[in-house]
Nanobody
């Protein structure tokens, strides 16, 4: 496991933008997935976006596709989530996660399966005001 630290959350008006940052404490050969999940009040945690670092393939949940972009720093220890056109339903705690997949995921649902992730950050709050 690695230590993950998120930052960049806050409150924003609907239609606005936020950029989240996740920094891993170290580079490790045991990670090839880095992802963002979120949990809205009273709801289960859900996947938002993930990058398979071996091929730089990105996967996005349908709910955010076209509005968010996940990109990584050259060191691959840090990932960012640029979120635009934010909606009130995007409100929640956003968690960074790191994990491993033996093969490149073929589907978004597979890439965002939580059982693949064994390192989690503490989360950062995102609030979108209507």
């Amino acid at each position: 496991q690695v230590r993950l630290v998120e930052s960049g959350g806050g409150s924003v008006q609907a239609g606005g933008s936020l950029k989240l940052t996740c920094a891993a404490s170290e580079s490790t050969n045991n990670i090839n997935l880095m992802a963002w999940f979120r949990q809205a009040p009273g709801k289960e945690r859900e996947g938002v976006a993930v990058i398979y670092t071996h091929t730089e393939t990105r996967y996005y949940a349908t709910s955010v596709s076209g509005r968010v972009t996940l990109f990584s720093a050259n060191t691959k220890n840090t990932i960012y989530l640029q979120m635009n056109s934010l909606k009130p339903e995007d409100t929640g705690i956003y968690y960074c996660a790191a994990g491993w997949s033996d093969v490149e995921p073929r589907r978004v649902s597979t890439a965002l399966s939580q059982y693949l992730y064994n390192s989690w950050g503490q989360g950062t709050q995102v609030t979108v005001i209507s």
